[in-house]
């Protein structure tokens, strides 16, 4: 997974992930899976996913925070040397290289610069809240609507019956052992960014929410199977609401 996760923070989710892959919810008798895009290609062509995000370590392109459409150009651009029509590099372009050549620069030289691991999960953020046309709270959480449901919203002192899947930031590696079925839990005793999103539901509703780890268990022990410090995904569906 970890592989997954560095190519989709590096490339800004540019391949698997468009609006289309929420527009609907899956068959509530089997784990979703419509609302997550393809895995990211492995076998014989790993070893170039894994040069696509070695590039975009190379020239530290998280930290140039680029909009989907700005990324979709620059991939065009290599598609375009690659067929042998290079574009010509004019001024603007000039500039915005130098930029990023500063910024990299700035981040060598000070010792107090943001980790660059954080600067991936912010860009990552960035490129699903876009290209999924999610809504974000406040705290950083990401959320779309699947099912509206109807009637109250739970509170934190609140018990609720949940169905909750969870997989890892590619959107397609399944991670079992943070989703349950049938879940009977108190609001106020999941993470954060869980309990936070739960709030935002009404009975008889489904949403998808992206966690960042800040959210989740952030710097505390993190589950085995589940790398430290990744954005993690999970589909909700409140069943009941039982007020204390």
């Known amino acids: 997974m970890r592989l997954a996760w560095k190519m989709v923070a590096a490339m800004g989710l540019a391949a698997g992930f468009g609006a289309a892959a929420c527009a609907q919810p899956p068959a509530p008798s089997s784990e979703p899976a419509s609302i997550y895009p393809a895995e990211p290609p492995d076998g014989d062509l790993a070893p170039y996913v894994a040069i696509g995000s070695a590039v975009a370590d190379t020239i530290n392109l998280a930290s140039a925070h680029w909009s989907g459409a700005q990324l979709d150009a620059f991939i065009s651009g290599i598609r375009a040397n690659f067929s042998g029509h290079p574009v010509p590099l004019d001024d603007k372009g000039g500039r915005i290289l130098q930029e990023m050549a500063d910024k990299q620069k700035e981040a060598q030289a000070n010792p107090y610069s943001p980790n660059p691991e954080q600067s991936r999960i912010d860009q990552y953020m960035v490129h699903a809240r876009e290209g999924l046309k999610m809504r974000q709270t406040g705290s950083g959480l990401l959320f779309r609507v699947l099912a509206r449901g109807a009637g109250p919203r739970p509170r934190p002192d609140d018990i609720v019956l949940i169905n909750i899947f969870a997989k890892g930031p590619d959107g397609a590696t399944a991670l079992p052992q943070l989703g ?31 966690i960042p780890p800040q959210l989740t268990f952030a710097d505390g022990k993190w589950p085995d199977g589940v790398d430290p410090g990744i954005p993690i995904w999970f589909q909700v569906e409140l069943l009941d609401i039982a007020p204390r």
Request: proline share 3%; glycine share 20%; no cysteine.
């Open 180 to 210: 349950a079925r049938n879940l009977r839990v108190r609001v106020g005793n999941l993470f954060p960014g869980l309990g936070e999103g739960l709030q935002l539901m009404t009975l008889g509703g489904k949403m998808v929410f992206i």
